[in-house]
């Protein structure tokens, strides 16, 4: 086991280091000057020379590349050109706010995909299936925007139950961090719920047309232990697949739903970059969006084993 | 080389507050107001609370050229003399100046009693020391010194300034934003000034968050105490957030309102919107290096064929005033000058004198997501009925300066935020040479009139000149002027001593909320 982790842990490395080199390849052959975004329309020529010898930004492509990618190896992944603050620093920074929106918006999913789900295949065609099958159209189909400025308009405006938005730390008032969280975390998660609702029903619907549910039925075992063990533990390997895949996208960002709620989240952070083509920022945060997604591979796969003792990488390390 | 008004930053900033997402906020609920750094409650009407729809890239003032950074800045540095709303210069760092009889030597006698919020004593090694900086390191602003020549501080209260050519617009190089702001001689090595703030301003500044920034009053401050404890900036680039923050008390003032809600909020109770006009303008350049629009006739045939009054209700939903020249009426260098009515036949006529063929194309190179996009859209649907047909290019604002700068456009749409001295909206922008003429104008009596008008000393004499400059400047169409657009912003009933600005500069050293 500890040896497959290993390996691919190492294949996780090469992945890396192929995506510094594309993200560093493409950011400097989209077009827009960093130098000339960062001055503005009114200086000159010569702070515009000055500024970009200071930026490092006239070496060649290569030197630049090796620079970076040699800090980034220390830990270090440079100074952001915009804001003259440590790449690092203002990743860190935006974490917290990042990891509690995702978490809370799977938790939101889960919550919604597991029952609707299981149920709806339990009785498919019944009404309940129908309103399983209509929502989750609904949920993927309504616009994450609308949504979330909905809840602003009905929740904090009218009602006036919640903040509008913005953004608490868990220490510094845990209450305030859990009201500030509900809106964009239901509206983050009503969209990977109805993604997940369809998964959860078609695996539950498969597991339960499997010969050991006929026959666990038919020794007379309650329907409820069929279903917790042999139904739904067997259908949360696809499960744990496409909701390790949200869970990666959530944690790289969830662009939308963090400019409604004015949430200082990971995906904010990666877009201005973009916007001033503040290389260095956009460089660390799409490295960091690699490994986040890499590890949580790792994890969804080392769980597959632990789910079902028929999956065993031991073979596979042979 | 060119010097300016509120300049650089402002402009930017013009794009940027469209497309700069950002973030939100540190602590509160609605009922308890705002919540300090350290999570403890303080008092409602201790704290202001201000939602501001852009996010600050950085808080060095001399390095930085984002509003929203400006925004904040306001309210933490000084400089040595401070526009007041009607943009004539007031002594802020500087009690009083003199010029001598040949417009060379400028001298600023400077406050005794100002301390930085590093508790160090303020005096003319600062200014040395922060002007240089800027000269020194080439710095965005380098360019308003281009005719200085020294600096000099005869004693720690005297600042003399030598310049090489009479520089009347010199108050607004030095003080016409926080850009030049004065910061303690040595700040550069001692502090990150990218987020450590060391002025003499009302408040001191926290550290800045991913979501806002909190700045604390400067009890030493040199006009007094300011009147909250706090002020909070949050970062709410969604308006509907930022709106019903503002309804539901958890903000206290906002300018995150799209023009299509102002009529709307005006009528809402508890809510207070101020509109009023800015000396920031919009307008459309041609690019004069490239067919058929280094013709006269041509140009001219677009400024006849758009409707200006069209553009303005479409874009602003009327906050904003139709204009032909830069600076608004009201304003000192106001210049009534309107040639050009929508006359779709007189722009015909001359596209036809000009040669130009029904269908000519004409690319609008607008940045994406600001109200430049509506007008553009405006413009298409003007120029269609005189035989022009519009393609409206929207760039994200890097690509968008990329190409202004290499002059790979037919036309472009832009704004110049702050203008407050003459010098800063004419002279980079029509001057042959000038450094934003990307248009690409060239007359040699503008150019004179502008030589004259950048070193004539009497007030009114210069006003002539520019007068004429501009008169130039519009029949040439070098800009196409459109619009001078109004500042909206709104706060909450109860409010007091805060006052809009026509350059926008945003400052709440007097403001109280009441209970």
Redesign the interface.
Known sequence: MSGYVLRRLLQSLVVLIGVSILVFAIIHLV????I????????????Y???RARSGLDDPLLVQYFNWIGSALTGDLGVSF????PVTA?IL??IP?TLSLAVAAIVVALLIAVPLGTISALKPRSPVDWFATVSSQAGLSIPDFWMG?MF??IF??TL?WL???????LT??PV?WA?HLVMPAVTAGVASGSILTRFVRSSVLEALGQDYVRTARAKGMRARDVLTWHVLRNALVPLVTVGGVQLAYLLSGV?IV????????LG??A??AV???DYSLLQGAVLLFAVIFLLVNLVVDLLYAKLDPRISYQGAAR | ??A?AL???L??AACDTG????????????ENGA?DED?DAAPVQGTFVAAISG?P??F?PH?T?AYASFQVLENVYDTLVVPDDEGEFQPSLATEWTTSDDGLTWTFTLRDDVVFHDGSEFDADDVLYSFNRIID???????RFASVDEITAPDAQTVEITLTEPTPALLDNVGGFKGMAIIPEGAADEY?L??EGAGTGPFAMGSP????ISLTAFEDHWGGPPSVDQVEF?????A??AL??L??G?VHWTDNIPPQDIESLQSEDGIEVGVSPSVDYWYLALNQDVEPWDQLEARQAVAYGINREQIVDVTQFGAATVNQTAIPEDNFWYHDYAPFDHDPDQARDLLDSAGVEEGQSLGIMVVQDTEGVQAAQVMEANLADIGISVQIEQE????W??R??EGEFDAFM?SWLGNLDPFGFYH?QHYSEG??NAQGYNNPEVDDLLEQAASETGQDARKALYDQAAEMIVDDVSYLYLYNPDVVQAWAEGVEGYEIRPDRAINFENVTVAE
């Open positions: 077009p827009g000057d960093p000339r975004q960062a001055l503005g329309t009114r200086a000159t020529e010569a702070a020379q000055a500024l915009r804001s003259g603050r203002l920074e935006r706010a400025i602003i308009l904090a405006g006036g903040p509008s938005g913005g953004y608490v730390g510094e008032d305030e009201r662009v963090e400019i409604v709620f004015a949430w200082p989240g904010q952070m877009l201005q916007e001033a083509r | 080389m060119a300016a300049g650089t930053a402009v930017l497309e700069d997402v950002d973030v939100d906020q540190d602590g509160s609920g609605a919540t999570g996010e890239d950085q060095d390095v050229s390191e080439e710095l965005a602003n380098a360019y990150d990218a987020t968050g991913a979501s806002g949050r970062y709410i680039s969604e509907t957030t019903t923050s309804r539901t958890e994200p604002s890097s690509t300066l990329d202004q700068a832009w980079a450094g934003f």
